[in-house]
């Protein structure tokens, strides 16, 4: 649910601007003020979770970030509008390192390409029901009603978590309370290197999960319900294609690193030919290819992290490291809404875009293995034979 309220943005940004009166260029500040609330939250919810528990963080979380999805739908002017988002995006970013704590806490780590691939699953729903719903009830009614809907779904899944989710089996959700050291993380070369990629990675991906509807139907000039189509096809291509890269790099015998690396220049090939279509049916034809390869790095990378972190401290590698990631969601969309509307090139806003995975490339080459004390190397998930 905290991708759905995310994507939700996506496909009522155009009818949002309308209403307040903000103009296209202008519209991308929202999904910025969206991330930076989301990039803050990161960075403290993980902590969080190491320290208070991931099923608390995870509740709260979902709860709080519905109450202002509900208190977005009744924006009556555009700062009004800023404050709700970056507010959404404030609560909702705590679940991600509340997640992988979860997960790290259940799952040895040869099974969490698997698990994590299916713990990913919900960015690419999300955004294949954002866009299915959310147009459908625009022409029914008005943009304010997805955001109602989804902000009081939010709020009973958020209740239910604190009632029922629970810690794990493999390692006690904390007892003692105590504060995490996270200094270890910030020394640790490999962390940072898999941040710089995640960066350019996500760049590509929540670029075009932000701005592909409106470019299409401005750049290009296909109706807002064929763009849709687009992105759900885009999205649906990903939500089986996570759970099996997860299982493909448990099972293969390539590093995770090397596999990252294939993929993030599959991607950026693939936003390059997205550039390139002129029409509904072009965009139809690429957009699988697209949604598998924009997504199915992220399970990958994500089941690094605890294994060059520490199980202790998976929580608080994993919201920084997505904190540093979310960077690039939240330049993103300001930066392509400059160039389209000062260029007011579809192609040249996407090959924007294609740069991020495309440099991404460089620092994943840089994470070597982990030494011990003797000096010798030794194999950790992000250079390990992926089993």
Same mark, same amino acid.
């Given at each position: 649910m905290t991708s759905v309220d995310r994507a939700t943005w996506g496909p009522?940004?155009?009818?949002?601007?309308?209403?307040?009166?903000?103009?296209v260029a202008g519209l991308g500040l929202f999904a910025t003020t969206y991330y930076i609330g989301y990039v803050v939250s990161n960075l403290f919810g993980g902590f969080l979770a190491d320290w208070l528990g991931g099923r608390l963080i995870v509740g709260l979380?979902?709860?709080?970030?519905?109450?202002?999805?509900?208190?977005?739908g009744e924006?009556?002017?555009?700062?009004?509008?800023?404050?709700?988002? %970056?507010?959404? &995006?404030?609560?909702? $970013?705590a679940e991600f390192g509340g997640g992988v704590r979860l997960i790290a806490n259940w799952f040895r780590p040869e099974k969490r390409g698997t698990a994590m691939g299916i713990f990913m699953t919900a960015t690419s729903l999300g955004l294949v029901i954002a866009n299915a719903v959310v147009p459908s009830l625009i022409q029914q009614s008005s943009w304010r009603t997805s955001y109602h809907l989804f902000g009081f779904i939010s709020v009973g899944l958020g209740v239910l978590c604190l009632i029922f989710l629970r810690g794990g089996k493999r390692q006690a959700e904390p007892q003692e309370k105590t504060r995490p050291q996270i200094m270890p993380l910030?020394?640790?070369?490999?962390?940072?290197?898999?941040?710089? %990629?995640?960066? &350019?990675?996500?760049? $590509?991906?929540y670029g075009f999960v932000t701005w592909s509807n409106l470019l299409m139907t401005k750049g290009i000039g296909i109706s807002p319900v064929q763009a849709g189509v687009v992105v759900v096809i885009f999205g649906s291509a990903a939500i089986f294609s996570k759970p099996l890269i997860g299982f493909v790099s448990d099972a293969i015998k390539m590093t995770r690193r090397n596999l990252t690396i294939i993929i993030l220049?599959?991607?950026?090939?693939?936003?390059?030919?997205f550039s390139m279509a002129s029409n509904s049916v072009q965009f139809l034809w690429i957009a699988p290819l697209l949604g598998i390869a924009a997504y199915i790095y992220s399970p990958i990378m994500l089941a690094m992290i605890p294994t060059l972190a520490g199980e202790k401290l998976a929580g608080s590698a994993a919201g920084g490291i997505n904190a540093f990631w979310q960077l690039g969601s939240t330049i993103?969309?300001?930066?392509?809404?400059?160039?389209?509307g000062a260029t007011s090139s579809f192609q040249l806003a996407f090959?924007?875009?294609?740069?991020?995975?495309?440099?991404?490339?460089?620092?994943m080459l840089a994470i070597r293995p982990a030494n011990t004390t003797s000096g010798k190397n030794v194999p950790v998930a992000a250079t390990e034979p992926a089993r």
């Open positions: 009522a940004a155009g009818f949002v601007g309308e209403d307040l009166g903000v103009a979380s979902i709860l709080l970030s519905g109450s202002f999805m509900l208190a977005f924006s009556t002017s555009k700062d009004m509008g800023l404050v709700f988002q %970056a507010c959404v &995006g404030l609560f909702a $970013g910030l020394r640790n070369r490999n962390l940072l290197m898999l941040g710089l %990629a995640g960066f &350019g990675a996500l760049w $590509g991906t220049l599959a991607f950026s090939a693939t936003l390059v030919a993103v969309p300001t930066v392509i809404g400059m160039i389209f090959l924007a875009l294609a740069a991020g995975p495309l440099l991404a490339v460089i620092p």
